[in-house]
Antibody
Framework: QVQLQESGPGLVKPSQTLSLTCTVS????????WSWIRQPAGKGLEWIGH???????NYNPSLKSRVTMSVDTSKDQFSLKLTSVTAADTAMYYC????????????????WGQGTLVTVSS | EIVLTQSPGTLSLSPGERATLSCRAS???????LAWYQQKPGQAPRLLIY???GRATGIPDRFSGSGSGTDFTLTISRLEPEDFAVYYC?????????FGQGTKLEIK
């Protein structure tokens, strides 16, 4: 059973960089797309971006200038950095796996981490 | 960006009743890339339906999805107590994913 676990600081100061890591267990990180999705309290879901195990990335245009994702296949981990954070970036951050079928992405999310709450505050 | 609009915002029903949730897209969505998720308080979303009508592994057959183009529907044929939650639709197009704002299914 594939499991994803987010980790990182729960409190980030305004203007600083939010850094999170997702560790994948129970399955390979290779040949999959991996996403970050966030959800402010009481609100809906916002896709941040995804990264393929080769390192290719695609980001939400609304966040693109502040987002960097990376992958470390040796550790079965992928990471998110979001720069210049403000209170608007306060949210639950989820990592998730994009389903692959016969080597082709299906563009929906079959496994999710439990989420990690990040608060931006001084 | 394709905008997904879900209706109603809140649906109040009783166990045993039928629930019909709508997801309307601002432009045509590939049927293959329309999914539905269920989210309960304090939990991550759970995949219910993929490809507009395929049931994910372990999802009871009281859940069904339909639709094409810009109009999609999630139907729960007979509500069980554990079905009361928030439901989101999601699409992938033009190299972006977007989610609807959610429908809260509450006990009447």
């Amino acid at each position: 059973q594939v499991q994803l676990q987010e980790s990182g600081p729960g409190l980030v100061k305004p203007s600083q960089t939010l850094s999170l890591t997702c560790t994948v267990s129970g399955g390979s990180i290779i040949a999959y797309f991996w996403s970050w999705i966030r959800q402010p309290a009481g609100k809906g879901l916002e896709w941040i971006g995804h990264i393929y195990s080769s390192g290719n990335t695609n980001y939400n245009p609304s966040l693109k200038s502040r987002v960097t994702m990376s992958v470390d296949t040796s550790k079965d981990q992928f990471s998110l950095k979001l720069t210049s954070v403000t209170a608007a970036d306060t949210a639950m951050y989820y990592c998730a796996r994009v389903t692959m079928l016969r080597g082709f992405p299906q563009w929906y999310f079959d496994y999710w981490g439990q989420g990690t709450l990040v608060t931006v505050s001084s | 960006e394709i905008v997904l609009t879900q209706s109603p915002g809140t649906l109040s029903l009783s166990p045993g009743e039928r629930a019909t949730l709508s997801c309307r897209a601002s432009q045509s969505v590939s049927t293959s890339y329309l999914a539905w998720y269920q989210q309960k308080p304090g939990q991550a979303p759970r995949l219910l339906i993929y490809g507009a009508s395929g049931r994910a592994t372990g999802i009871p057959d009281r859940f069904s999805g339909s639709g094409s183009g810009t109009d999609f529907t999630l139907t729960i044929s007979r509500l069980e107590p554990e079905d009361f939650a928030v439901y989101y639709c999601q699409q992938y197009g033009s190299s972006q994913y977007t989610f609807g704002q959610g429908t809260k299914l509450e006990i009447k």
